[in-house]
């Protein structure tokens, strides 16, 4: 599987962005998506994840962010609205087989990852 993010940028706190992750090699039907991020200086973390019909979201993005995905063109979005200068950090997707998880280490497959800069 390769995944390919896209989408970040820099824009202003209470902004909105788009990032999307195509993926190539499977379908994601068979296997669960995620989106994690990390900060200078701090562990990565996880965002938000997609399994079949599922959704999971970090708390700290719960009501913000959105994640959801087009099959037909192999493609997950994450949605992120309301942004804060916490929210700056370079965004991976994921995916794995199976059900979806928060754990980074559990994922199998890395993007190489969309900068994303808030300004306050």
């Known amino acids: 599987v390769q995944l390919q993010a896209s989408g970040g940028g820099l824009v202003q706190a209470g902004g909105s962005l788009r990032l999307s992750c195509a993926a190539s090699?499977?379908?994601?039907?068979?296997?669960?998506l995620g989106w994690f991020r990390q900060a200078p200086g701090k562990e990565r973390e996880f965002v938000a994840a997609?399994?079949?019909?599922?959704?999971l979201y970090a708390t700290s993005v719960k009501g913000r962010f959105t994640i959801s995905r087009d099959s037909a063109k192999n493609t997950v979005y994450l949605e992120l609205n309301t942004l804060k200068p916490e929210d700056t950090a370079v965004y991976y997707c994921?995916?794995?087989?199976?059900?979806?998880?928060?754990?980074?280490?559990?994922?199998?497959?890395w993007g190489q990852g969309t900068q994303v800069t808030v300004s306050s």
């Open positions: 090699g499977r379908t994601f039907s068979t296997y669960a």
């Open positions: 997609w399994y079949e019909r599922y959704t």
């Open positions: 994921a995916a794995k087989d199976g059900v979806y998880t928060d754990v980074a280490a559990s994922y199998d497959y």
